[in-house]
């Protein structure tokens, strides 16, 4: 449920970041958001087919899908990779309501 939360947090950020970029005429650079949502999505698959091997029989479980370089390359690798470009984009977009100071 976690991997499939970050699908959808890039999916509304991407939508409010369009929208707030096409006002301040900003670059396009909420497109990244959707590059983030197709890795996270590898790595939900990836971490569905390894769930779906887990809870296989043994006789039926392929051994490669549980093995430790498949989750790294499907699973952790897109996901990191996902969720740092999301936050250089929201900090690119959002990040002047951090900086914001009252005068």
């Avoid at 370089?69 to 990040?95: D, N, S």
Wanted: aromatic share 16%.
């Amino acid at each position: 449920m976690s991997t499939l939360s970050i699908l959808v947090l890039f999916y509304i950020i991407a939508k409010l970041s369009e929208r707030f970029g096409s006002v301040l005429k900003m670059p396009p650079l909420y497109k990244w958001f959707y590059l983030s949502e197709a890795l996270t999505l590898v790595a939900l698959v990836a971490h569905l087919i390894q769930a779906g091997n887990f809870l296989a029989t043994p006789q039926n479980r392929a051994v490669r899908v549980m093995s430790l370089p498949f989750a790294l390359v499907f699973y952790h690798l897109p996901l990191t990779i996902a969720v740092t470009l999301g936050l250089f984009i929201t900090w690119k977009y959002w990040g002047w309501l951090i900086t914001e100071q009252k005068k």
